[in-house]
C-alpha cells in the first residue's frame, strides 16, 4: 500500500474529471448531449486498451461471465452520463457537481434496498443530512417548474437529480458486477456501451462540431479515459476510506473553474447546500473507517495468540 500515491491519483482523477465536464460545458452551447457522450465514451477506449496492454490484462481482462450484466450497467451508467451533460448546459459548474453529490447518498439508500446491505441507523441520519443540502441546492432552482423562478434553471436541476439517481443504481450494480466480473471488463465495457448507446440520440440533433469544438470534445474523452484509470488505480494503492474523502475535491475545482472559465459566482444556496452535502459525506466515511478499525481489531483479537 502507497497510501501519498493513492491520494494523488485520486486528486488527479478528479482534476481530469472537472476539466473534463469544463469543456464539455463549453461545447454544450451547440453541441447536444448525446453527442457529448459519444465523444467521451470513444476517445476513452482506445486510452483504456492502452492501459490494459500495459497491464498485461489484455485480452484476458475482457473476458466476462455476465454479458446481460454489462448491457444494464451500460444503460444506467449511459443514461447518468447523458443526464450529467445535459444539466452542464443549464445550470453553472458548482451547482451541477453540487447536486451530482446526491449520488453517493443515494447509492447508500438503494444498496440497503436493493442488495439488503445493512444500513445503521447513524448512517440514515446523515443520508438525511446530506439530501437536505441537495435540497437546499436544488428547491430553489425547481421552482421555476411551477412559474416560480427560472425555467432553464428548473430544467437543470431536474435532468442533474434524474442523473444522480441513475448514477446511484449504475453504482450499486458495479457493487454486484464486481463480485464475479474484472475492473477492467467494467470499464472497458462501459465505455463501449456508452459509445454504442450514444447512436439512439441522433433524432435529437447531432451537429457538425466546429473544429475546436471537436478539440474540445475529443480531449474531454481522452481526460475521461485517463481520469477512469487513475481512479481505478488509486484504489490499489490505498484502502477506500482514505481515498474517498478526496472526491469532494471536485467542489473546490468547480467553484475555481466556473470563476475563471464561465465568470459563475455561487449563489448562498449552492454554497451553504454544497457544505452540508460535503460534511454529510465525510461523517459517513469517517463512521465506516472506525467501524472497519473496530472489525479489524475484533478479527486479531479472536484470532491465534490475538494476532
Known sequence: MRPLRGIAM?????????????????????????????????????????????????????????????????????????????????????????????????????????????????????????LVGVVIVAAPKLSGLFGHGDARSAIGATVVLVGAVFAALAQVWVRRLVQREKVSAIVFYFSLSATVLSFLTLPWGWVMPTPAEAAMLVTAGIFGGVGQILLTSSYREADASLIAPFEYSSMILALGLGYMVFAEIPDADTLTGAAIIVAAGLIIIWRERQLGLERTRQRRAMSPGGR
Open 10 to 130: 485520486k486528486i488527479a482523477s478528479v482534476t481530469l474529471f472537472m476539466v473534463m465536464s469544463t469543456l464539455i460545458k463549453m461545447a454544450s452551447e451547440r453541441v447536444p448531449a448525446g453527442e457529448a457522450v459519444f465523444f467521451r465514451a470513444s476517445c476513452a477506449m482506445p486510452v483504456i486498451l492502452v492501459w490494459l496492454v500495459a497491464q498485461g490484462e489484455f485480452p484476458a481482462g475482457l473476458r466476462v461471465t455476465s454479458p446481460f450484466g454489462h448491457v444494464l450497467r451500460g444503460l444506467l451508467g449511459t443514461t447518468a452520463m447523458g443526464l450529467g451533460f445535459a444539466g452542464l448546459a443549464f445550470l453553472p459548474l458548482s451547482e451541477v457537481v453540487a447536486i451530482g453529490y446526491a449520488a453517493p447518498l443515494l447509492t447508500v439508500v438503494f444498496a440497503a434496498l436493493l442488495l439488503g446491505e445493512q444500513v445503521r441507523l447513524f448512517r440514515i441520519a446523515t443520508v438525511g443530512l446530506g
